[in-house]
């Protein structure tokens, strides 16, 4: 939770409404304030060196988490927990589109970023880029970035907020999953946005 306690305390409790799990959803004008809140324009690169935009997934449900090739263990777990979620959704998971950015460009080049994401879903789209692309792909989700150096050599690990966002067709926020969400809970929030969705628009 260290990245959620940078936010602005409205932040924070308009998150905390609309958390899964939580008894009672956020009122309307804290939705809508959330809708805007997370996302935005990104301009990255993916995994295999093409050039990808936010506008590149429109129309679809986008289910995004920030992180890094070289994290331990964090990282591995919520890619983990997407990758099930999104084979426990049925057929709302045709709708879906994974996504990893990440937060240390400085190593997750292409060819570094390619394999990693293999090991996960088939359709899990790796992003990176310039330090400046990525900076402004973390400022538009709020994600809390920052460069921990090891004792005694150059290496280093990236602090980095854990949480993964599910975000509408348009490119609005949707709701977001804190890490340790079990795969069939992030599963069953998200047939249950893409249900409502498809039932509002009939």
Do not use: W
């Amino acid at each position: 939770m260290r990245a959620v306690r940078r936010l602005a305390p409205a932040v924070l409790a308009m998150l905390l409404a609309a958390s899964p799990g939580h008894a009672a959803g956020p009122p309307a004008a804290a939705g809508d304030a959330l809708s805007r809140a997370f996302g935005g324009p990104f301009e990255l690169v993916d995994h295999i060196g093409a050039t990808r935009t936010d506008r590149d997934f429109r129309g679809r449900y986008v289910l995004v988490t920030f992180g890094y090739t070289y994290c331990p263990d964090i990282c591995p777990t919520n890619l983990q927990a997407m990758s099930d979620a999104i084979d426990l959704a049925g057929p709302a998971a045709e709708r879906i589109q994974p996504l990893f950015v990440s937060v240390d460009p400085e190593r997750d080049t292409v060819d570094v970023l390619g394999p990693y994401v293999g090991h996960f879903h088939p359709r899990l789209i790796g992003l990176t880029g310039t330090e400046a692309q990525v900076r402004l792909a973390a400022k538009a989700y709020r994600v809390h970035r920052s460069k921990v150096l090891m004792d005694g050599n150059d290496d280093y690990l990236v602090n980095h907020s854990s949480l993964t966002f599910l975000m509408g067709p348009e490119g609005n926020f949707v709701t977001l999953f804190p890490h340790g969400t079990p795969a069939d809970k992030m599963a069953d929030a998200i047939r249950r946005h893409v249900a409502q969705a498809a039932s509002d628009n009939r």
